[in-house]
Protein backbone atom coordinates (compact mmCIF):
# COMPACT_ATOMS: atom_id res chain seq x y z
CA UNK A 1 0.00 0.00 0.00
CA UNK A 2 1.57 3.34 -0.93
CA UNK A 3 1.55 5.87 2.02
CA UNK A 4 0.68 9.13 1.04
CA UNK A 5 1.79 11.85 3.65
CA UNK A 6 -1.22 10.88 6.43
CA UNK A 7 -3.83 13.10 4.04
CA UNK A 8 -7.16 11.11 4.09
CA UNK A 9 -8.97 10.72 1.12
CA UNK A 10 -12.33 10.10 0.97
CA UNK A 11 -15.19 9.53 -1.59
CA UNK A 12 -18.74 9.66 0.29
CA UNK A 13 -21.57 8.75 -2.00
CA UNK A 14 -25.12 9.04 -1.20
CA UNK A 15 -26.59 6.13 -3.21
CA UNK A 16 -25.04 3.14 -5.46
CA UNK A 17 -27.79 3.44 -7.75
CA UNK A 18 -30.05 6.02 -8.99
CA UNK A 19 -33.24 5.85 -10.88
CA UNK A 20 -32.76 4.94 -14.65
CA UNK A 21 -28.88 3.69 -13.82
CA UNK A 22 -27.27 0.34 -13.33
CA UNK A 23 -25.35 -0.20 -10.00
CA UNK A 24 -22.53 2.67 -9.93
CA UNK A 25 -23.29 3.72 -13.01
CA UNK A 26 -23.60 7.42 -12.30
CA UNK A 27 -20.26 7.56 -10.06
CA UNK A 28 -18.11 5.42 -12.49
CA UNK A 29 -16.22 8.76 -13.85
CA UNK A 30 -15.62 9.84 -10.01
CA UNK A 31 -14.67 6.63 -8.81
CA UNK A 32 -12.24 6.28 -11.10
CA UNK A 33 -11.02 9.61 -11.29
CA UNK A 34 -10.46 9.40 -7.15
CA UNK A 35 -8.61 6.11 -7.10
CA UNK A 36 -6.41 6.58 -9.49
CA UNK A 37 -3.25 4.64 -10.06
CA UNK A 38 -4.89 1.75 -6.89
CA UNK A 39 -5.38 -1.80 -8.17
CA UNK A 40 -6.56 -3.86 -5.72
CA UNK A 41 -9.39 -2.88 -3.46
CA UNK A 42 -10.47 -4.55 0.07
CA UNK A 43 -13.88 -4.67 0.04
CA UNK A 44 -16.10 -4.69 3.22
CA UNK A 45 -19.85 -6.21 2.80
CA UNK A 46 -20.83 -6.63 6.09
CA UNK A 47 -23.81 -4.47 5.29
CA UNK A 48 -25.98 -7.17 3.74
CA UNK A 49 -26.48 -10.87 5.59
CA UNK A 50 -25.50 -12.64 1.75
CA UNK A 51 -22.08 -11.59 1.74
CA UNK A 52 -20.61 -13.69 -0.42
CA UNK A 53 -23.35 -12.64 -2.78
CA UNK A 54 -23.09 -9.08 -2.54
CA UNK A 55 -19.13 -9.41 -2.69
CA UNK A 56 -19.89 -11.04 -6.22
CA UNK A 57 -21.72 -8.49 -7.56
CA UNK A 58 -19.44 -5.72 -6.27
CA UNK A 59 -16.33 -7.25 -7.45
CA UNK A 60 -17.82 -7.45 -11.46
CA UNK A 61 -19.05 -4.21 -11.35
CA UNK A 62 -15.22 -3.00 -10.12
CA UNK A 63 -13.29 -5.54 -12.47
CA UNK A 64 -15.67 -3.54 -15.46
CA UNK A 65 -13.51 -0.42 -14.36
CA UNK A 66 -10.21 -2.28 -14.33
CA UNK A 67 -9.87 -2.83 -10.75
CA UNK A 68 -9.16 -6.05 -8.36
CA UNK A 69 -11.12 -6.43 -5.68
CA UNK A 70 -10.73 -8.70 -2.87
CA UNK A 71 -13.68 -9.17 -0.01
CA UNK A 72 -12.61 -9.18 3.05
CA UNK A 73 -15.05 -11.81 4.36
CA UNK A 74 -13.30 -14.35 1.73
CA UNK A 75 -9.49 -13.92 3.54
CA UNK A 76 -8.56 -15.29 7.06
CA UNK A 77 -6.35 -12.56 7.92
CA UNK A 78 -8.40 -9.63 7.22
CA UNK A 79 -6.27 -7.00 8.63
CA UNK A 80 -3.67 -7.73 6.24
CA UNK A 81 -6.30 -7.74 3.56
CA UNK A 82 -6.60 -3.98 4.58
CA UNK A 83 -2.82 -2.76 5.27
CA UNK A 84 -1.54 -4.43 1.96
CA UNK A 85 -5.03 -2.96 -0.28
CA UNK A 86 -4.55 0.21 -2.23
CA UNK A 87 -8.22 1.51 -1.31
CA UNK A 88 -10.98 0.74 0.58
CA UNK A 89 -14.84 0.06 -0.23
CA UNK A 90 -17.30 0.09 2.37
CA UNK A 91 -20.49 -0.98 0.24
CA UNK A 92 -24.19 -0.14 1.15
CA UNK A 93 -27.25 -2.01 3.58
CA UNK A 94 -28.30 -1.70 6.73
CA UNK A 95 -25.97 0.81 8.84
CA UNK A 96 -26.77 -1.44 12.41
CA UNK A 97 -25.88 -4.69 10.56
CA UNK A 98 -22.80 -2.73 9.16
CA UNK A 99 -21.18 -1.22 12.35
CA UNK A 100 -21.62 -4.53 14.40
CA UNK A 101 -19.48 -6.27 11.35
CA UNK A 102 -16.87 -3.93 12.06
CA UNK A 103 -16.91 -4.08 15.65
CA UNK A 104 -16.93 -8.25 15.49
CA UNK A 105 -14.19 -8.26 13.38
CA UNK A 106 -12.22 -5.37 14.92
CA UNK A 107 -11.74 -3.71 11.71
CA UNK A 108 -12.00 -0.06 13.34
CA UNK A 109 -9.13 0.68 13.81
CA UNK A 110 -6.87 -0.87 11.06
CA UNK A 111 -9.60 1.59 8.77
CA UNK A 112 -8.44 4.29 10.32
CA UNK A 113 -4.61 3.57 10.08
CA UNK A 114 -5.50 2.76 6.61
CA UNK A 115 -7.89 5.90 6.21
CA UNK A 116 -4.37 8.02 8.03
CA UNK A 117 -1.77 6.22 5.88
CA UNK A 118 -3.61 7.92 2.73
CA UNK A 119 -5.15 5.02 1.29
CA UNK A 120 -8.58 6.24 -0.82
CA UNK A 121 -11.86 5.21 1.47
CA UNK A 122 -14.66 4.80 -1.03
CA UNK A 123 -17.91 4.81 0.80
CA UNK A 124 -21.65 4.33 -0.55
CA UNK A 125 -24.72 4.90 1.49
CA UNK A 126 -24.27 2.96 4.55
CA UNK A 127 -20.57 2.86 4.21
CA UNK A 128 -20.56 6.53 3.85
CA UNK A 129 -22.26 7.15 7.34
CA UNK A 130 -20.07 4.62 9.23
CA UNK A 131 -17.08 7.38 7.96
CA UNK A 132 -18.92 9.68 10.00
CA UNK A 133 -18.77 10.04 14.11
CA UNK A 134 -21.85 8.21 14.67
CA UNK A 135 -24.98 6.09 13.38
CA UNK A 136 -27.19 8.50 14.43
CA UNK A 137 -28.18 9.95 11.43
CA UNK A 138 -29.17 6.71 9.92
CA UNK A 139 -32.75 5.98 8.55
CA UNK A 140 -32.07 1.87 8.94
CA UNK A 141 -34.47 -0.40 11.17
CA UNK A 142 -31.61 -1.60 13.77
CA UNK A 143 -31.91 -5.11 13.33
CA UNK A 144 -29.11 -6.40 15.18
CA UNK A 145 -27.25 -4.50 18.02
CA UNK A 146 -23.64 -3.00 17.54
CA UNK A 147 -21.91 -2.54 20.76
CA UNK A 148 -21.78 0.79 20.60
CA UNK A 149 -22.90 3.45 17.79
CA UNK A 150 -19.41 5.31 17.39
CA UNK A 151 -18.51 4.85 13.83
CA UNK A 152 -14.82 5.46 12.36
CA UNK A 153 -14.99 8.99 12.85
CA UNK A 154 -12.98 9.92 9.19
CA UNK A 155 -14.96 13.31 9.14
CA UNK A 156 -16.51 15.52 11.76
CA UNK A 157 -19.62 15.88 10.36
CA UNK A 158 -22.59 13.44 9.93
CA UNK A 159 -24.11 12.35 6.47
CA UNK A 160 -27.53 11.36 5.92
CA UNK A 161 -27.62 9.71 2.90
CA UNK A 162 -31.04 9.27 0.14
CA UNK A 163 -32.04 12.66 1.34
CA UNK A 164 -35.54 13.04 0.33
CA UNK A 165 -37.29 16.52 0.26
CA UNK A 166 -40.83 16.88 1.82
CA UNK A 167 -43.56 16.90 -0.55
CA UNK A 168 -46.27 18.94 -0.53
CA UNK A 169 -48.72 16.73 -2.16
CA UNK A 170 -47.88 13.43 -0.90
CA UNK A 171 -50.79 12.21 1.92
CA UNK A 172 -47.94 10.35 3.93
CA UNK A 173 -48.46 11.49 7.83
CA UNK A 174 -44.96 10.07 9.20
CA UNK A 175 -41.89 12.32 9.58
CA UNK A 176 -39.67 13.84 6.47
CA UNK A 177 -36.16 13.28 6.42
CA UNK A 178 -35.48 16.84 7.58
CA UNK A 179 -37.93 16.37 10.72
CA UNK A 180 -35.72 13.93 11.67
CA UNK A 181 -32.63 14.90 11.01
CA UNK A 182 -33.84 18.20 13.34
CA UNK A 183 -34.60 16.10 15.94
CA UNK A 184 -31.26 14.73 16.13
CA UNK A 185 -29.79 18.41 16.33
CA UNK A 186 -32.01 18.60 19.45
CA UNK A 187 -29.77 15.98 21.14
CA UNK A 188 -26.36 16.59 19.29
CA UNK A 189 -24.39 19.79 18.32
CA UNK A 190 -23.47 18.34 14.82
CA UNK A 191 -23.59 19.24 11.38
CA UNK A 192 -25.33 16.88 8.92
CA UNK A 193 -25.15 17.08 5.29
CA UNK A 194 -27.94 15.99 3.67
CA UNK A 195 -27.11 14.07 0.73
CA UNK A 196 -29.43 13.29 -2.11
CA UNK A 197 -29.07 10.59 -4.32
CA UNK A 198 -26.68 11.46 -7.50
CA UNK A 199 -24.62 13.38 -4.89
CA UNK A 200 -21.44 12.21 -3.26
CA UNK A 201 -18.55 13.98 -0.88
CA UNK A 202 -14.67 14.03 -1.97
CA UNK A 203 -12.61 14.88 0.87
CA UNK A 204 -8.69 15.51 -0.96
CA UNK A 205 -5.88 17.69 0.77
CA UNK A 206 -7.90 19.36 3.32
CA UNK A 207 -10.89 20.15 1.17
CA UNK A 208 -14.43 18.69 0.89
CA UNK A 209 -16.27 18.89 -2.45
CA UNK A 210 -19.61 18.60 -4.08
CA UNK A 211 -19.86 16.37 -6.94
CA UNK A 212 -22.34 14.45 -8.69
CA UNK A 213 -25.84 15.81 -10.29
CA UNK A 214 -27.85 16.82 -7.57
CA UNK A 215 -27.61 19.45 -4.63
CA UNK A 216 -26.66 18.31 -0.86
CA UNK A 217 -28.86 20.30 2.40
CA UNK A 218 -26.92 21.24 5.06
CA UNK A 219 -28.13 21.14 8.47
CA UNK A 220 -27.08 22.96 11.62
CA UNK A 221 -28.74 23.76 15.30
CA UNK A 222 -30.44 27.18 15.31
CA UNK A 223 -29.69 27.96 11.97
CA UNK A 224 -31.75 27.71 8.50
CA UNK A 225 -31.08 24.62 6.21
CA UNK A 226 -28.30 25.42 3.49
CA UNK A 227 -28.46 24.41 -0.03
CA UNK A 228 -25.08 23.83 -2.14
CA UNK A 229 -25.23 23.20 -5.26
CA UNK A 230 -22.39 20.39 -7.15
CA UNK A 231 -18.81 21.88 -7.72
CA UNK A 232 -18.90 23.60 -4.68
CA UNK A 233 -16.17 23.31 -1.81
CA UNK A 234 -17.82 22.69 1.64
CA UNK A 235 -14.78 22.88 3.78
CA UNK A 236 -15.19 25.98 5.27
CA UNK A 237 -19.24 25.05 5.68
CA UNK A 238 -18.33 21.78 7.31
CA UNK A 239 -15.52 23.17 9.66
CA UNK A 240 -17.06 21.96 12.97
CA UNK A 241 -14.86 23.64 15.22
CA UNK A 242 -15.56 26.98 13.79
CA UNK A 243 -19.19 26.88 12.76
CA UNK A 244 -20.68 25.25 15.84
CA UNK A 245 -21.64 28.32 18.08
CA UNK A 246 -24.07 30.30 17.97
CA UNK A 247 -26.44 31.55 15.68
CA UNK A 248 -25.41 33.80 12.70
Known sequence: MTKRNGSRRLLLISSSTVYGSSYLDHAESEIQDFLGGSSQIAFIPFALRDRGA???????????MGYSLVSVHDVSN????????????????????????????????????????????LGSSAG???????????????????????????????????????????????????????????????LVVGLREGSMLRVEGGAISLKGSAAARIFRRNHQPLEVEPGNSLGALLDVRSQLGAPA
Open 78 to 121: QKRLLEDSDAVFIGGGNTFRLLKGLYDSDLLATIRATADAGAPY
Open 54 to 64: YAAKVQTRMQA
Open 128 to 190: SIVACPSLGTTKDMPVVQPPSFEALGLVDFQISPHYLDPDPSSHHMGETQEERILQFLEENDA
